[in-house]
């Protein structure tokens, strides 16, 4: 799987972003997908993960409530919508695919075998 992350910026405390992963290369459907994000100084983190269906999430505590992920397996594209940014969601966003066909999501990234190249996200106080 290909998969090309995009939609990140800066963006003032309080403000939103929405970031894109596109993926191709094999059934997008087959997949659960995952952001992760690596601060500067700090080891990569999960964010947010989804089922193949989409019918299963999870959520890192420090973004629950404000970060929405979403899937659409039609358009081969995962979507991470962040709401009320605060200065310490600055990092590299990741998405990342692993083979699966079950319900179930994990959020270790040793368990992810795709990775995208990562998108900058910076907000400012």
């Known amino acids: 799987v290909q998969l090309q992350a995009s939609g990140g910026g800066l963006v003032q405390a309080g403000g939103s972003l929405r970031l894109s992963c596109a993926a191709s290369?094999?059934?997008?459907?087959?997949?659960?997908m995952g952001w992760f994000r690596q601060a500067p100084g700090k080891e990569r983190e999960s964010v947010a993960a989804i089922s193949w269906s989409g019918g299963t999430t999870m959520y890192a505590d420090s973004v629950k409530g404000r970060f929405t992920i979403s899937r659409d397996n039609a358009k081969n594209t995962v979507s991470l919508r962040m709401n009320s940014l605060k200065p310490e969601d600055t990092a590299v966003y990741y998405c990342?695919?692993?083979?699966?066909?079950?319900?179930?999501?994990?959020?270790?990234?040793?368990?992810?075998?795709?990775w995208g190249q990562g998108t900058l996200v910076t907000v400012s106080s």
């Open positions: 990342a695919a692993r083979f699966s066909t079950s319900g179930t999501v994990v959020t270790g990234e040793k368990y992810y075998r795709w």
């Open positions: 290369g094999r059934t997008f459907s087959s997949h659960a």
